[in-house]
């Protein structure tokens, strides 16, 4: 079992996708990287921890916010992180605040044949 990371951002097309992703696997923790909308109207149907954050910054001031949100939170050396929801300034954010944190990554999403690693 490992901790999820998910971008929740403010699109909620692709919160259904998140939503999926949080249910079909047995995550030890969920981590939604998120902004103050997604904190308020996201409801899963599982405990996760929210960072919120204002993906508005500029994106080095974003990198500490999230790097600030995870510190000592993550239990292992990799997350499943997933880049579904949001745009290339927060997925690069995320992405940096991870790898400043020493975690590795593998990459998740959920296709037609359930929750696979790509």
Do not use: Y
């Not at 990371?5 to 097309?13: F, H, N, Q």
């Amino acid at each position: 079992m490992t901790d999820l990371v998910a971008c929740l951002s403010s699109g909620e097309k692709s919160w259904a996708h998140v939503e999926r992703l949080i249910k079909e696997q047995d995550w030890k923790n969920v981590f939604l990287i998120t902004n103050d909308f997604g904190r308020k109207n996201f409801r899963p149907e599982r405990k996760v921890e929210f960072v919120a954050v204002d993906f508005q910054k500029p994106v080095f001031a974003l990198i500490e916010e999230i790097r600030k949100g995870l510190s000592g939170k993550i239990t292992d050396f990799e997350v499943a992180l997933n880049l579904v929801s949001g745009n290339g300034k927060e997925h690069m954010a995320i992405l940096s605040a991870l790898l400043k944190l020493g975690i590795g990554v593998r990459l998740m999403a959920v296709t037609k044949d359930g929750v696979r690693e790509l």
